[in-house]
């Protein structure tokens, strides 16, 4: 399709960042406004978006109900935000529960950012807002005095994703409408790499999954097309007394998790399985999506008979059980994937619209505030009207 309606530039990447993974990754467009929207307009930017990952609109005045017709549009079947709506009952005890205020008028969009705002705000009452902290989350957060030196995390490294019942949402759009002003920081690995990453206060990390995926070696990729992710049932009330790893990527082994029989009722059909591999509905490539702290299960089939078995990982295929073995492979095949070179940081500024592709790519806060530190951002997602699809025959001939 010619983009006929807006112009698009490469995003501004980081010196951090290797360009040759970000040739096709993140698209700043020029020329749209969301009051003169129409449905030829919206096209293109949803083909875009499946094709570039990231579209950053600069300078936008964007209201909540522009917000939610925007994300609707990728997905015209649904309309409850991406967790749901119901915020109370059985969800209460969940991590994600305290981050977000639901703007009444517009209820699949949020509220999210940090210090609390000096009006009543989209019907929201001097809303407190709390900008997530490692310290809660990692199981040995940061010294406070490296905080103080500027050192920060990866607090979660994750899909926007309800992992139970609910479909992950397709987009995320993320509108920032107040962004306070800091220094640079320091985001530490502490894995043993000593690798390290230059971030922007309160900054946003992505990184590709087709990168993630395209990086491994082969028989981590035929490992990769073979392998299904079982998660486990409430997995934010499952987790919600587990430690992250200092990369924020997965849970630490400390046996913290809920039993299954403690959790809110939950139902065996709403459990969620997805392939390790979400395949792009415009481009065909495979994005590695996987959301390691949820991850309960790996179901791994057999090589295909017609594959070399010299060198392949599981040969026979395998339930994966033990905790333990489930984050290790991940870890393996996640890692690789969010090396500083990979990273991309969103240098937020007042007005930013980005829109997400949230089945395509892996996102991590970053940074600490104070309490004084004022952020305000809208986000929407809607739970997806379908699920991800996992590689096809072809995928599977080539990688596994
Ligand atoms: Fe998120």
């Keep these: 399709m010619a983009t006929t309606h807006f112009t698009y530039n490469p995003i501004p990447l980081p010196p951090s960042a290797d360009p040759v993974h970000f040739k096709d990754f993140g698209r700043k467009v020029e020329g749209f406004d969301p009051a003169k929207i129409d449905d030829s307009q919206m096209e293109e930017i949803i083909e875009m978006l499946y094709k570039h990952s990231i579209l950053l609109f600069k300078n936008l005045k964007l209201t909540p109900k522009q917000q ?51 009006e009543v705000y989209e019907g929201l009452d ?93 028989q981590y990729k035929s490992l990769a ?14 987790m919600s007394k587990a430690h ?62 017609t594959s070399s078995r010299e060198n392949a990982l599981y040969p026979d295929g395998a339930t994966v059980t033990d905790l333990a073995q489930v984050r290790d492979i991940l870890y393996k095949l996640q890692r690789p994937g969010i090396s500083p070179e990979l990273c991309y940081a969103q240098d937020w500024e007042e007005g930013d619209l980005v829109l997400f592709h949230n089945r395509g790519l892996l996102h991590s806060v970053v940074g600490a505030f104070t309490p004084d530190q004022l952020r305000m951002f809208h986000q929407c997602n809607l739970a997806a009207s379908d699920e991800p699809l996992g590689p096809d025959a072809e995928d599977l001939k080539t990688h596994a």
């Design 126 to 218: 001097h809303p407190q807002l709390k900008h997530p902290h490692h310290r809660t989350f990692h199981k040995e957060p940061v010294s406070l005095e490296d905080e103080e030196n500027g050192i920060t995390r990866f607090y979660r490294w994750h899909i926007d994703a309800a992992l139970y019942a609910l479909s992950p949402p397709k987009v995320t759009t993320l509108y920032a409408v107040k962004v306070p002003q800091g220094e640079p920081q320091t985001c530490r690995y502490d894995d043993g790499t000593g690798d390290e990453l230059k971030v922007p206060l309160g900054g946003t990390v992505f990184v590709s999954g087709k990168n993630m995926f395209d990086i491994l070696p082969e």
């Design 68 to 118: 939610f017709e925007m994300t609707h549009a990728f997905d015209p079947k649904t309309e409850s935000y991406g967790h749901g709506n119901n915020k109370t009952g059985s969800t209460k005890a969940s991590i994600l529960h305290p981050d977000l205020k639901t703007i009444p008028h517009q209820p699949q969009v949020q509220l999210i950012g940090n210090g609390r705002v000096p």
């Design 244 to 305: 992250a790893l200092p990369t924020g990527l997965g849970i630490e082994n400390e046996g913290l998790e809920m039993d299954l029989e403690d959790l809110p009722e939950w139902d065996e059909s709403k459990i969620k399985v997805f392939p390790v591999c979400w395949k792009n509905p415009v481009t065909g490539s495979l994005h590695l999506q996987v959301h390691p702290c949820g991850a309960h299960q790996l179901l791994i089939d057999p090589l295909p008979p």
């Design 225 to 238: 097309v073979r392998t299904k992710v079982r998660y486990a049932p409430h997995p934010y009330v499952w």
